[in-house]
């Protein structure tokens, strides 16, 4: 997914000079001259430090078997099926018509029923909700944009990284941690918000929030002799390149920084050779030559980026040529982490991620793997992101494959974001009322939603017969969908009715990144896809109103506006309801959430331009991307599903109820459920 914004800028990964190398040799000096003494002392007592070793080796062995034997007694089998996005209008329907015959007997075993997702309907608000079970007032996830009042600085919410170093998104425990600490063995493959991964008590590859190698959550790079068709550089960097038989381009890698305290990409040339009247090119770098043809996706291929001081980034990357002639086009996938060696650790333990990739063979390690920007911009087509589509599918099924072969015992999660995706870009096919709704396009097309539900069907039939009656099969989605027709600029509203101004009054638009906000004159903004925040004293730098009677008085003005808003096109409520802020949110983290989270009508969404703190010159728009399908809804317009081989006794079930079911299914006491302070409850 890159999905839901493009990132501007990557992290810088490390600093070099030439003084650090000079330090560096005459500290290996010292260390030999200190190494070569403290040899000769060990040499002379030689038998004294064999017998200390044999101990210790004696000593480690006997710690180690008492652990294994105060692990847990719990021998049950949990298996827990994520699919993003399921929807129970499309589920039913195809359950009714006999198309999900798995689905359907599961069904029949056990139960099914709606789940309640959260508040907002974001996918890693909800997965996060799914692994704490509490709400984003308490585990610090609220929207995939935050800002920093101080400065009105806005960044990715997996962006938390500092020098040189990602931390922990999630602020607080999921029931995983809580698991571990029983010794019940866990795994989970690609978990969203799980990077860095947490250390538990089993193995976990993480999921969304992993970066590619320039530290973004999927930057491409698309080279066109087209001059036209280089300037569009949203979602990924452009560059134009003459046409010619031998053509010379770069890789560009991470941001290296130097003495002087600027910071540069490191990059990796490659040339292109075309050969005259055929389609396809050879492209050749770091000892390496191999043949690309037009329409094709390349396999993954290596590439080593030096950035000084003996370090080395690794990364994997794939080439499709779009056109050879009359013009050039080739795109470069977002350089993903190589699972072999990543420059960050996207695995617990660190070597899991290398098993995977030595059992089952190299797979995408960024966290929203599959480029739906390039889509929407018309790099790939869709025939291309279907071919990607199943690639990912594939090596997701792969390692579940081999993951439940050696399954015996405790809890196995494995996350599959197609389904979520494929709504995302394919939903215009099946809305008449979508803009982009075309009645010629091919009729496979049409039917692609419901073709990846299948997929998800096989799935589950292929794990079922890995379950006995005695174990726990969970199957469940984060949130359900439907169309999104208009984009909606809640910045520009809040400026025509008074509540924010820009520095030029007589401005038409305003940039993103809130840069031409007049803070002096603001007293409400918008970013991220709902969020609002006032622009209030003693939080924000230079905010304008006061907290307290004011800013409550303020809050409720302006949802009562919202909910009056009608969308003169569609004659339709824009907003359903705008939730306070202690309506919603509560906890350690709930004076960091916004003040007012806007629950959309369907077919109505926060535009990219708002997500950005953008102000466009209008107040709304057809969505006219390919991304044509959504839930960033009004919740309970979205609801998620939820398949259980056990009977769900609970009477509205919702995604927080995840967590304390875990923990009840693995043996845990009310008491000790209950000193978890989870917003759910156990499903049964």
């Known amino acids: 997914m890159i999905t839901y914004i493009d990132p501007s800028t990557g992290n810088t990964v490390v600093g070099t000079g030439a003084y650090l190398l000079i330090l560096l040799l005459a500290f290996l000096g010292f260390v030999k001259m200190f190494l070569k003494g403290i040899w000769g002392f060990i040499w002379k007592r030689r038998k004294l430090f064999f017998i200390i070793i044999v101990l210790i080796i004696i000593i480690t ?83 995939f944009i935050v800002r920093d009042p101080e400065i009105y600085g806005l960044k990715l919410v997996f962006s938390t990284e500092r020098q040189g170093r990602y931390e922990r998104v999630i602020r607080s425990r999921c029931f995983w941690n809580y698991i571990s600490e029983k010794k019940i063995p866990s795994t989970y493959l690609c978990c969203p918000v799980t990077f860095p991964p947490d250390r538990i008590y089993g193995r976990m590859l993480s999921g969304m929030g992993v970066p590619d190698i320039l530290g973004t959550e999927g930057t491409f790079t698309f080279y066109t002799s087209d001059r036209a068709d280089a300037m569009h550089n949203t979602g990924g960097r452009c560059f134009h390149v003459n046409r010619a038989p031998v053509m010379v381009m770069k890789l560009i890698g991470p941001k290296v920084a130097n003495i002087k305290g600027t910071a540069d990409n490191v990059t990796v040339p ?192 292929k794990v079922m017969q890995k379950v006995s009656s005695e174990d726990t099969l969970i199957v469940l989605s984060d949130h359900g969908f439907n169309t999104f027709r208009r984009a909606v600029h809640v910045n520009n509203w809040l400026r025509k009715m008074g509540y924010l101004e820009l520095k030029d009054p007589d401005a038409l638009q305003g940039a993103e990144l809130l840069k031409d906000v007049d803070w002096r004159k603001t007293r409400a903004y918008a970013i991220g896809f709902g969020a609002i925040y006032l622009n209030q004293k003693g939080r924000e730098r230079d905010g304008t ?117 875990m923990l009840r299914a693995t043996g845990f006491s009310d008491e000790e459920i209950k000193k978890c302070q989870f917003d759910g409850n156990p499903l049964w």
């Open 61 to 143: 062995l006997a710690a180690g078997a008492i652990m294994n034997h105060t692990a847990s007694k719990f021998d049950s089998k949990i298996i827990i099926l994520g699919f993003d996005g399921l929807s129970p209008e499309i589920v039913e329907p195809m359950i009714d018509s006999g198309e999900l015959p798995n689905f359907q007997r599961l069904k029949g075993i056990g139960s099914y029923r709606h789940l309640a997702t959260t508040n907002p309907s974001q996918s890693p608000v909800a997965w996060t909700g799914f692994a704490t079970g509490q709400n984003p007032g308490k585990n610090g996830v609220f929207d």
């Open 270 to 461: 490659f040339k292109v050779t075309c050969a005259e009247g055929t389609d396809r090119a050879t492209i050749e770098y770091q000892k390496q030559k191999f043949e690309v043809e037009r329409g094709v996706w390349s396999d993954f291929r290596e590439v080593n980026f030096n950035l000084g001081l003996f370090m080395n980034a690794k990364g994997l990357v794939k080439f499709f040529l779009v056109e050879s002639s009359p013009e050039f086009k080739l795109y470069i996938s977002p350089i993903n982490m190589d699972p072999r060696a990543p420059f960050y650790q996207i695995s617990e333990p660190k070597s899991y991620s290398r098993e995977l990739a030595d059992r089952v063979g190299i797979y995408y390690t960024m966290g929203m793997p599959v480029d739906t920007w390039a889509v929407n911009e018309k790099r790939l087509d869709e025939k291309a992101f279907l071919e990607q589509m199943n690639t990912v599918f594939n090596e997701r099924n792969a390692q579940l494959d081999y993951e439940l072969k050696r399954f015996d015992r405790g809890v196995l999660f494995c996350y599959f974001e197609s389904s979520d995706i494929i709504q995302h870009m394919f939903w215009r096919y099946t809305d008449p009322g979508h803009v982009l709704f075309d009645r010629n396009a091919p009729p496979e097309y049409r039917e692609e939603i419901k073709s990846w539900y299948k997929k998800c069907d096989t799935v589950l039939g």
């Open 545 to 661: 109103v006061q907290p307290g009677e004011e800013s409550e008085s303020l809050k409720k003005e302006i949802r009562q506006k919202l909910k009056e808003w009608i969308d003169e096109k569609e004659k339709r409520p824009v907003v359903i309801n705008a939730w306070l802020r202690e309506e919603i949110f509560w906890g350690d983290y709930a004076a960091e959430t916004p003040d007012l989270y806007i629950g959309f009508n369907t077919g109505f969404r926060a535009s990219w331009q708002t997500a950005l703190g953008a102000v466009p010159n209008i107040l709304m728009e057809d969505n006219r991307k390919k991304w044509s399908g959504d839930h960033l809804f009004e919740p309970s317009l979205v609801p998620g599903v939820i398949f259980c081989n056990r009977s769900i006794t609970a009477e509205n079930p919702k995604i927080l109820d995840i967590a304390p079911t």
